[in-house]
């Protein structure tokens, strides 16, 4: 247990670094976001069609592991971005996911330019189902493919 906890103590020196940045929100008004300036910094959207959402995304070095290669975690989470993109209605909460199935079957490297396409399955009352595909840009080929599933419940209108 020493062993994994002197492993895991940061340096001052490191302390220091992770103490001086300064990350702002997204959007004016919004409340600061460590999660979003670290983990969804970096992607646009590219086009949006009437069920499908074009995004782009530049592998950035944080989001890495130690092989250089884009961390799993981090797929699924664009995975879940954009899949609750596709389905979130302005002025209600944000939709809840319920189970997400990831096939990861390739990587993506440092700078690699990704194209995420997120297309709305089908909904039903609360319910909605997503699809995303994660590929590479300049390739065609495919990182990851995940199914999304999420629920939000709105007010209703009667």
């Given at each position: 247990?020493?062993?994994?906890?002197?492993?895991?103590?940061?340096?001052?020196?490191?302390?220091?670094?992770?103490?001086?940045?300064?990350?702002?929100?997204l959007?004016?008004?919004?409340?600061?976001?460590?999660?979003?300036?670290?983990?969804?910094?970096?992607?646009?959207?590219?086009?949006?069609?009437?069920?499908?959402?074009?995004?782009?995304?530049?592998?950035?070095?944080?989001?890495?592991?130690?092989?250089?290669k884009?961390?799993?975690?981090?797929?699924?989470?664009?995975?879940?971005?954009?899949?609750?993109?596709?389905?979130?209605?302005?002025?209600?909460?944000?939709?809840?996911?319920?189970?997400?199935?990831?096939?990861?079957?390739?990587?993506?490297?440092?700078?690699?330019?990704?194209?995420?396409?997120g297309?709305?399955?089908?909904?039903?009352?609360?319910?909605?189902?997503?699809?995303?595909?994660?590929?590479?840009?300049?390739?065609?080929?495919?990182?990851?493919?995940?199914?999304?599933?999420?629920?939000?419940?709105?007010?209703?209108?009667?």
């Amino acid at each position: 247990m020493e062993k994994s906890q002197a492993f895991l103590e940061l340096t001052q020196e490191e302390s220091d670094r992770v103490s001086s940045l300064d990350f702002l929100p997204l959007r004016t008004g919004a409340e600061f976001s460590f999660y979003e300036c670290y983990a969804l910094r970096g992607i646009r959207v590219d086009r949006l069609e009437s069920d499908r959402v074009f995004c782009i995304f530049k592998v950035p070095p944080r989001l890495t592991d130690g092989e250089g290669k884009l961390a799993a975690g981090a797929i699924a989470n664009l995975i879940d971005a954009v899949g609750a993109g596709c389905v979130n209605v302005g002025g209600h909460p944000v939709n809840v996911s319920v189970d997400m199935s990831i096939s990861f079957h390739s990587s993506a490297k440092i700078d690699d330019e990704l194209e995420i396409i997120g297309q709305v399955l089908g909904r039903k009352g609360g319910y909605s189902g997503t699809s995303v595909l994660v590929k590479n840009k300049a390739t065609g080929e495919l990182i990851a493919e995940g199914r999304h599933s999420l629920f939000g419940k709105y007010a209703s209108k009667m």
